[in-house]
């Protein structure tokens, strides 16, 4: 795993979305100024975020917009896309599998599995629902990069124990557990329960 | 704004959520190193988070739950309800609307707006979709205590000073923007694609 601070990923992350708006509209260099204004934060940080990987740009002509932001897909590792099996076909799960944002940029869902008979084979987005039961024989077969899990709490873990025996190396978790997973495989958690008592105990007064 | 660091908040939460499993199943008292167990931490620092908030529980006896649930739902602020407006109706804010785990916890959607004429009054889970339009109009009569923004980028900062013009206190942002509030208005950001980006990265060979 490399060094690098996730605060900094994520200004690279956002940094990558600017510069692919300026391409869009066509600007063809940019300044560590006007990238730290668009990510609110200062022309300083900006150069210390790139600093960690070589040099860019030119003092006083700033930098290539195309080429600064081949150089963060490349980075970021946002030169490839990425296979997505989802387990849970909820309301959430089916939202992110219908999420434009993701197959637009470098995530592709191949698989959708749930346990519930009544979605079992139903489409969503044109992906047919499996059973669950056949996600170990699944992934055995066509292996995925990244595994999302959409179930309620109690199954959350199994299911990570089932994505780590079958090489998914990195997990985006919505379930309101803690997963345990292996040091080697990346594990992310959206709570979002937690997000609304994190905001509910800044409005406490006690 | 009180100084309790943010993880100490989240621990705090899961802690909340493992004692109302107790409640359910009736366990009347808990020892430090159960919830470490199932928190996946260490019962010295379980102690330190709840030494913030006075003396709790006897040494050797454990921790009432029912009392203990009580005093972290009071400290975390969930002893009450909150009334959310969404802004946004598309799948994922038509999946967080329905998402039973807020309002089995504290939070009440009250309001969802949106500015598709294709959108605007029909009903999602029984709340009809207004016009986003009149969002000031109908938060100037009728507070609320969270909005929740699942927009796209574009309108992503207005509606949230809008949302902040009519007293709203805590913002809970899904749209890949940065916003820019004043200080004493929560704001959280949940970013999915940077979430999924950020797995990319530790995925990336470079």
Known sequence: MRRIAESTVRRLSLYLSFLEE????GTDTVSSEALALRGRTTSAQVRKDLSHFGSFGKRGLGYGVPQLAERLRSILGLDRRYRMVVIGAGKLGSALVQHRGFSERWFDVVAIFDNDPAKIGRALDGITI???????EYLGQTPADIGVIVTPADPAQSVADLL??????????????????PHDVALRNVNLSLELEALAFTLADY
Chains 1, 2 share one sequence.
Do not use: M
Request: charged share 20%; hydrophobic share 50%.
């Open 130 to 136: 499996l059973d669950v039961g056949r996600l170990e």
């Open 22 to 25: 300026f391409e869009t509209q």
């Open 164 to 181: 780590v025996a079958t090489k998914v190396r990195a997990i985006l978790n919505f379930a309101p557990a803690q997963l345990s997973v």
